[in-house]
């Protein structure tokens, strides 16, 4: 972060060297080692041989298996498949998609969820008041459940969410700027230390095609999704 704009981070933020009781189970966090690209992550997936089978096919100029392999590739729990073949873009299709492993039906959700937030004023999180934000608390909450379940699958490098924060800035009448920030600096420098541990625990019992837990699916009913198609 060049030193001319600076993130005013959270007072009590992540520290991973804090040895508290709020951990989780390391050994069982990588679902798969970080990728370096997505193609390389969407070769993990289950039923990608099938999806190799369709780029053979249209490699030689055919495409008449092309649907028959998509379906094998769902029945075997490929979310990227899933993805491709939405024809409603909703809240439920793309929660499906992304528990199967989907890195853009992860995006599309944490886009929303964030669509809904009002920005305008955001800090970091030390001030916010539980009671009067307790919307904004339960969507910040959401997304960074799901950036930590994409951590887990080790594609947090997948990450075009458009998220502005207040910075400090030495050029500026006002002495600070709205500049756009990653999940990654959302989740490590502006939320409390706890509410990360908090959240990683719960991440930790997630794995590959199941549901997500009962907390997330509680708090993301409530949110409205404008997307479809």
């Not at 933020?13 to 951990?23: G, M």
């Not at 937030?117 to 959401?142: A, E, G, M, W, Y």
């Not at 009448?173 to 709205?178: F, G, M, R």
Request: a negative charge.
């Amino acid at each position: 972060m060049n030193k001319m704009n600076t993130l005013i981070e959270h007072p009590n933020k992540f520290n991973p060297s804090k040895n508290d009781r709020f951990k989780w189970n390391l050994l069982a966090w990588s679902i798969f080692p970080v990728s370096e690209n997505i193609d390389q992550y969407l070769e993990k997936l289950p039923g990608f041989d099938y999806l190799e089978l369709i780029s053979e096919e249209e490699e030689m100029g055919r495409d008449i298996f092309s649907k028959e392999y998509l379906e094998k590739a769902i029945a075997k729990g490929n979310g990227h498949a899933m993805y491709t073949q939405l024809d409603q873009f909703n809240k439920e299709n793309l929660i499906k998609s992304a528990k199967f492993g989907s890195p853009d039906a992860f995006v599309d959700l944490i886009s929303e969820i964030n669509e809904k937030n009002d920005l305008s004023n955001f800090v970091n999180t030390s001030l916010l008041d539980p009671l009067r934000d307790k919307d904004f608390f339960s969507r910040i909450d959401c997304m960074l459940y799901l950036y930590t379940l994409m951590e887990r699958l080790g594609i947090s490098f997948y990450d075009p969410v458009n998220i502005t924060a207040k910075h400090l800035e030495a050029d500026t009448e006002s002495s600070y700027k709205y500049l756009p920030i990653t999940m990654k600096e959302l989740k490590y420098r502006l939320c409390d230390h706890k509410h990360i541990i908090l959240i990683n625990n719960r991440a930790s019992s997630w794995n590959l095609g199941l549901q997500f837990d009962q907390e997330f699916m509680s708090k993301i009913s409530s949110i409205d999704f404008s997307i479809c198609n």
